[in-house]
């Protein structure tokens, strides 16, 4: 009878045995599961195994049966190497903890990145958790073995690991430590060589200045010239913080030479980690060095001949003329970045130019009002003429910075076109991403300005042909009207957004009621006057509406508008509407009437009473 | 039981089917490995040995493997069952593959890429079927010096199934148009097959060892009464047969319009290419979401389309080069470094036509449907339809060298126009230390070339010609006037038997040879 039974079954008859244990040998059970979610289960709960089992058969049963557990799938084998790097009181403290190696080195070498680099993470984690002595008889020689472990996989392991035990071991061996770091620097795979790379800078963090100066730069400048682009281009980030930890008079003989090969690098991948790291870079070897060195390097790469290069720096002029020394910033903006930046706005790749939009404002606040009149603005108005709408929406996403230097209006000639091309994209991405801006612009445009400009776009998006657009200029509504008011709204809003309930289109009849939910809502009690009298007509009537989407919507919005009206109008008013509605033809709409009535506002005794009866 | 055993033998073996161990997983058909003691019978129950190896070893006189050693022929049919996923189905494919004629090949079992791993232990094959076949070279053994350099089957699994493009009404055949091999990361082995639209990665392990004791079970499987359970058990690994497994890893698909034909793996480890007729994509090899386009061909006007890309690959060592072949006869030599988009060459490669055998089939015999970079990486190799070339990386304007593989077929171009053979997309390989040279050629011949003393010799593979263990004869056409014994006359070549995919081992002077359904093993005589 017991052919196949769950643990289900079991449970029930096993009133008499040890009823903590069963759950502890499902879970145990299950870790080689044929269901993977089953399997993924008991490992996360790994540490209830281990604390039913005790430290002692955790650590003679548990972990010598985890550590040949390496068939599984990823995802399993990820939850182990994450768990086990919170064992250490589970195996019995810090004084076992290294009993949790044998594991975390077999998941070290397998295939899957993310599982190795989880192991990694673990074993530094524990690796703090050893003794000084521990750390030497046991952690270290782990290192070892993975670095000079026949395949690849665990010699990149290994690269994670040195600069962790470093600092806690004997000058011996330290000593051991950087060369096999030396080693794997260059290891026969570009594998090895990658993974080496970007640990150079964490390594040389920990070493000792001399070793710095004698080892990582060597190091440093060997991978840095590497026969392979994607060694060469880690080797940049490497220079960051190599650059940081050397005194400003060497960084001339020791960094800069390498640097400045890297900036000139017949790889454009190369040049570009130097374009996307270039701030940290100019903040790593100060402002003396910046003058003369990175701003001509600075002035390559916005001219650079690949645009993924050119997108790059163009996203950092402004963080780039930020961070330069105050004293001539101005002057070297005008005379040297300025000029390639009039280049790149009308350069023939639409990433480069939408990368640029998205900073260029920013340089306002740094250059000041007149600088800004004179020679941005002239910058500002051609982007926002360009033929890319990326480039536009870039522009007018980030005019605050530009309000706040020399006021909006200067933009507003220009920047109106702009706005109702983008307004009447053909595009409905386009008009979205436009329209999310709207309430940023009125903020910045004010008031007067948008009645007479803008007011016609929004009411124009209510009654788009795509959903999400109309979705989107409700929405917009709702923020409008909290910045500018109710009454404003009143005034604005509320008549052509009622107008519309007369619409042919029951789409845009629906629209009409999504709009008067959010206006009700911003409006709230305080203004129910505008809801009473001009909004709930127009809803009551609606009901009469011979589509039924409409109808539903009708019951949908009257649960909205009920908690800001009086008992008077829900009574006369509302409450025979929903009645009607919930013996509608229509299963929907007698479905959301029904909801309606039940809901919060209408469910007072007499009401519910009077319904029965 | 010895590997080399007679046929009978193998029979017994398999047939019985007791030694054999079948299971499965998700999504990957575990096979036991020929190493285990059952030996090379030990391939799953669903299938019969008789359609899986021949080992009918044999020796014979001799012939070059580079032109003047000898080479011992052994022939391997892997013509795989139907391979199927499911359990309860096998025994009725038993029966199937029983009733089946060795010689008698369905369409699906046609080899259609062969392809040596970079230490030469494993050999893959993949069919129209789309499974791949994993031969593993056998171990060196004392007793038996000779056994050395056999292949057996490893593992076998359906990598692509046929599938069906329901917005373009396109079926997507499951033919493995090619399979690379990663270099080796750790102790298992990875390789990436395509068909014409998706391209996946497989992991290829091993597994000893399986854990045994269950809490809620006893030794027999059936269920404890959980009042009976007083202590936890810890599942403990027991060494048991080993276990060959193909697991998918990674399906790179959804990028390319066309049909791939090529895939290659940059000496990065981390990127690969695949090449459809007009786009090349480039993939991270743990990135399957998102490709980069670096090549595209495409005109706006595709009535403005006037040649395709017909085979494109890495540098050995440069991880930045790639070359791509095209069907005008062309490569062109793309640097990564200069630019994102590779659709600027930086070098290319053509031969003035030489117009005095400009010809209606011009055009269509100049077509490149090979290109292969030598090991040291300073040469191109290209085949078309009548001749290979090796060209100097340094020289664009004419190959460093030209070998004829079948001149005497160009009198004869009309009818191979009528019969489609002429679209034949031979491929190319080199030897380990690029001084021979190897392509196939129709009635089952293969062509290799020393590039040192210029000797050539024509190859035949066959079951017929050739015994087992037998030292290859060197084949001739005779080309008009009078046939002179051995030789064979143009008309009585057969087009249907064509060698269209070889491959050599990295190393040692073994090479692997598809004819039709048919995978050939030849090596260098052991004494």
């Known amino acids: 009878a017991a052919e196949e039974g769950g643990p289900c079954q079991s449970k029930m008859a096993g009133a008499d045995g040890d009823d903590s244990l069963y759950p502890i040998a499902v879970l145990i059970d299950e870790l080689r599961n044929e269901d993977v979610q089953l399997r993924l289960n008991s490992i996360k709960k790994l540490s209830t195994i281990a604390l039913a089992l005790g430290v002692e058969r955790t650590r003679t049963e548990l972990l010598p049966f985890l550590t040949d557990t390496i068939y599984d799938e990823d995802e399993v084998l990820l939850a182990l190497a994450e768990q086990l790097g919170n064992f250490t009181m589970l195996v019995g403290g810090p004084e076992y903890v290294h009993c949790l190696l044998p594991p975390l080195e077999s998941l070290a070498t397998v295939e899957e990145t993310v599982v190795r680099d989880k192991a990694v993470e673990s074993l530094r984690k524990i690796s703090q958790e050893h003794s000084p002595v521990d750390l030497e008889v046991h952690f270290e020689p782990l290192v070892k073995r993975l670095a000079s472990g026949d395949w690849f996989t665990s010699r990149t392991s290994a690269c994670g690991l040195f600069s962790v035990c470093y600092p806690r071991v004997s000058s011996t061996v330290k000593a051991e430590i950087r060369q096999h770091f030396r080693t794997l620097c260059s290891d026969d795979t570009p594998m090895v060589r990658r993974a080496a790379a970007s640990k150079l800078g964490e390594f040389a963090k920990v070493l000792e200045l001399d070793y710095v100066k004698s080892d990582i730069i060597s190091l440093f400048t060997a991978l840095a010239s590497d026969e392979q682009d994607s060694v060469r281009l880690l080797a940049v980030e490497a220079c960051v913080s190599i650059a940081t930890l050397l005194p400003q008079e060497d960084l001339e003989t020791l960094v800069m030479p390498t640097l400045r090969q890297a900036a000139e690098d017949k790889s454009w991948r190369v040049r570009y980690m130097v374009a996307d790291k270039f701030s940290e870079l100019q903040k790593a070897v100060g402002p003396e060095i910046t003058k003369n060195d990175l701003v001509p390097a600075f002035q390559n790469l916005l001219k650079d001949c690949e645009a993924e290069v050119r997108a790059a720096a163009a996203n950092k002029v402004k963080e780039f003329c930020e961070n330069l020394p105050e004293d001539n910033r101005e002057q070297i903006i005008m005379t040297h970045i300025l000029p390639c930046v009039k280049e790149l706005v009308s350069d023939t790749n639409q990433h480069v130019k939408s990368a640029l939009a998205s900073v260029i404002m920013g340089l306002s606040t740094i250059l000041g009002k007149d600088n800004t009149i004179e020679h941005l603005l002239p910058l500002f108005l051609a982007q926002l003429k360009d033929e890319c709408p990326e480039v536009r929406l870039n522009i007018i996403s980030n005019l605050d910075c530009v309000n706040e230097v020399i006021g909006i209006r200067q933009l507003s000639q220009s920047l109106l076109p702009a706005i109702v091309e983008l307004a009447e994209d053909a595009k409905w991405r386009v008009r979205l991403a436009i329209i999310e801006y709207m309430p940023l612009l009125a903020g910045q445009l004010g008031v007067e300005f948008f009645d007479e400009k803008l007011n016609t776009l929004c009411m124009a998006w209510l009654i788009d042909h795509v959903y999400a657009i109309r979705e989107a200029a409700t929405c917009n509504l709702m923020k409008l009207v909290e910045k500018f008011g109710a009454e404003w709204a009143q005034n604005t809003i509320v008549p052509k957004v009622l107008g519309m309930a007369n619409d042919p289109n029951y789409l845009h009849r629906m629209t009409t009621l999504f709009c008067i939910n959010v206006i009700v809502h911003c409006c709230g009690y305080p203004y129910r006057e505008i809801t009473t009298k001009q909004m709930l007509p127009v809803v009551l009537k609606m009901s009469n509406d011979q589509v039924a989407n409409v109808r539903f919507n009708v019951a949908k919005s009257l649960q909205k508008i009920g908690p800001v009206l009086d008992s008077n109008a829900l009574q006369t008013e509302v409450k025979p509407v929903l009645e009607k509605l919930a013996s509608d033809t229509d299963m929907d709409v007698k479905y959301f009437a029904q909801e309606a009535i039940s809901g919060e506002c209408l469910s007072s005794s007499t009401i519910v009473d009077k319904l029965n009866t | ?527």
């Open chain 2, 1 to 527: 039981m010895t590997k080399c055993s007679k046929d009978a033998l193998r029979c017994d073996n398999s047939c019985g089917g007791d030694n054999c161990v079948k299971q499965r997983t998700k999504c990957a058909l575990l096979i036991k490995s020929a190493a285990s003691t059952a030996g090379i019978g030990a391939v799953p129950a669903s299938r019969t040995v008789s359609c899986w190896m021949r080992p009918e070893v044999w020796t014979g006189p001799a012939s070059p493997p580079s032109p003047s050693s000898s080479l011992i022929c052994r022939y391997q049919d892997p013509e795989p069952a139907d391979l199927s996923m499911e359990e309860e189905s096998d025994t009725r494919k038993i029966n199937n593959s029983f009733l089946r004629d060795h010689n008698y090949a369905t369409e699906a079992d046609i080899i259609s890429t062969v392809e040596f791993n970079s230490s030469g232990e494993l050999l893959a094959t993949g069919d129209k079927g789309g499974r791949v076949v994993v031969f593993q070279r056998e171990q060196e053994s004392k007793s038996q010096p000779q056994r050395r350099g056999e292949y057996n089957v490893y593992s076998t699994f359906q990598s692509h199934e046929p599938e069906f493009d329901y917005l373009k009404s396109l079926e997507i055949e499951e033919k493995i148009n090619k399979i690379k091999w990663l270099p080796q990361q750790n102790a298992a082995y990875f390789l990436l097959s395509t068909n014409d639209k998706t391209v996946k990665l497989w992991k290829i392990s091993e597994r000893d060892k399986r854990p045994e004791g269950y809490n809620l079970k006893d030794e027999d499987g059936r269920i404890k009464d959980p009042s009976t359970i007083t202590s936890l058990r810890v599942p403990v690994l027991q060494p048991m047969d080993l276990m060959v497994e193909a697991t998918a890893r990674r399906v790179f698909s959804n990028a390319h319009t066309y049909h791939i034909n090529s895939i290659s793996v940059n000496s990065d480890l981390q990127t690969f290419i695949s090449t459809d007729d007009l786009r090349v994509n480039l993939w991270n090899l743990e990135i399957t979401d998102r490709s980069f386009n670096i090549v595209d061909i495409k005109p706006a006007n595709m009535e403005e389309l006037t040649e395709v890309i017909t085979s494109a690959e890495f540098h050995p060592q440069q991880c930045h080069t790639f070359a791509y072949s095209s069907s005008k006869g062309s490569i062109r030599l793309c640097d990564m470094r200069q630019a994102a988009l590779c659709d600027k060459h930086c070098k290319y490669f053509e031969e003035p036509e030489d117009p005095s055998t400009r010809s209606f089939f011009s055009e269509i015999i100049s077509s490149i449907s090979d290109v292969k970079f030598s090991h040291n990486g300073r040469y191109l190799m290209t085949r078309d339809y009548l001749t290979v070339k090796v060209w100097d990386l340094q020289m664009e304007n004419k190959p460093l060298e030209t070998y004829q593989v079948h001149d005497y077929l160009r009198g004869k171009l009309c009818s191979l126009y009528e019969n489609d053979c002429i679209f034949d997309k031979f491929e190319c390989v080199w030897n380990g230390s690029d001084s021979v040279i190897m392509t196939g050629s129709y009635n089952n011949f293969f062509r290799m070339f020393d590039r040192n003393t210029k000797r050539d010799v024509t190859l035949e593979a066959s079951r017929e010609n050739s015994k087992p263990r037998a030292i290859l004869k060197p084949r001739k056409v005779c080309v008009g006037g009078k046939r002179r014994k051995d030789e064979i006359s143009v008309d009585s070549l057969d087009f249907s038997k064509k060698i269209l995919h070889t491959t050599w081992h990295p190393h040692e002077n073994i090479i692997a040879v598809a004819a039709t359904n048919n995978l050939y093993i030849f090596q260098d005589k052991v004494n």
